[in-house]
């Protein structure tokens, strides 16, 4: 993880090298960028990117007409996580830990939940394939 | 007015909704003023603490602090207007134009900056997102390392957004040196 192996790897995450590569979105909402595997989050003007790797669970909640999804993000010591080089290397850092958005939307929360679920599960799954031939 | 810059279709970044305005930047300070009416933002050039560039996806964000603390921000604006603007601001207002960078690396993890009542999180030494304490509701410990940060939620700045910010949370490991807590805290 020196990070010039090419490829990326998860000791080496980059979402994005450039500002100018972040896509733009004109309308505030959490969307999911599949190319790049990232997640660009809404905070107050900011659209706030996250690659995929940091992500630990997705839930959606409805209750009447709005819609709460909430993005849980992987840190060091939590029980039952799995050992990431990241969380066991910044150690002096800060992390985000949860975020959570109310939508009157439904379909659209629902669709993000989808495809941060699915997006996350097809980058999970190629980097254990390739832990596991590297051993 | 004759002295000045005037700039359309500028929009009032944080939870001012995406409704573009006219902004002017004058040698008495800045205005900006929402298309169609309602909102208007004016800063008389004794009230500016600082400026900031920052360059967002596809356009450059204008940061001005107020010295109460707050800090207004302005995107829309062009590669061409940045340094016209940087002479003028810094000419007119006695202040020196600083420019951030924006954090695109995606990690969850990095500092916190407490700067007036604004809450800087960087990533990898740059700006990754600003939130305003005026707009958060309450705050709580959870456990001995979380800080969460509940946000006023109102119709008026969620009604022309598709997610609206609720809360977050930070964790802070036990090994962080910047904030060390109270360890007879119970």
């Not at chain 1, 630990?56 to 029980?79: A, E, H, M």
């Not at chain 2, 006695?94 to 924006?102: A, F, I, S």
Request: some cysteine; aromatic content about 8%.
């Amino acid at each position: 993880g020196d990070g010039r192996g090419g490829g990326k790897t998860s000791t080496d995450l980059v979402a994005y090298k450039n500002v100018n590569d972040v896509p733009f979105t004109k309308e505030t909402m959490i969307y999911v960028d599949q190319r790049n595997e990232s997640v660009l989050i809404p905070i107050h003007g900011f659209m706030f990117p996250l690659h995929i790797s940091t992500v630990k669970s997705v839930t959606s909640r409805q209750d009447n007409r709005t819609c709460t999804t909430r993005v849980i993000f992987n840190v060091p010591g939590t029980p039952f996580n799995p050992h990431d080089a990241n969380t066991q290397k910044n150690q002096n850092e800060i992390f985000l830990k949860e975020i959570s958005f109310s939508s009157k939307d439904s379909r659209h929360s629902s669709e993000v939940v989808q495809a941060l679920k699915t997006l996350r599960r097809l980058v999970a799954s190629r980097e254990s394939e390739r832990a596991e031939r590297a051993t | 007015m004759t002295d000045g810059h005037l700039f359309g279709n500028i929009l009032l970044a944080g939870r001012g909704g995406t409704k573009p305005g006219q902004m002017r930047v004058h040698s008495g300070g800045i205005a900006w003023k929402r298309q169609g009416g309602g909102k208007v933002i004016e800063v008389d050039k004794a009230d500016i603490a600082g400026c900031t560039w920052m360059k967002v996806p596809r356009t450059y964000q204008l940061g001005v602090m107020v010295k109460d603390g707050l800090c207004y921000k302005f995107t829309g604006f062009r590669e061409q207007d940045v340094s016209s603007l940087t002479s003028f601001i810094e000419k007119s207002f006695g202040v020196t134009m600083e420019e951030k960078q924006l954090s695109v690396c995606g990690r969850n993890w990095g500092g916190i900056e407490l700067n007036g009542n604004m809450l800087t999180f960087m990533t990898a030494g740059k700006h990754a997102f600003e939130v305003s304490m005026a707009d958060v509701a309450q705050t709580q410990l959870q456990g001995k390392n979380d800080v969460f940060l509940e946000f006023h939620v109102d119709d008026t700045t969620g009604a022309n957004e598709k997610d609206s910010l609720m809360d977050m949370c930070f964790h802070v490991p036990n090994s962080n040196t910047q904030f060390v807590g109270d360890e007879n805290r119970t």
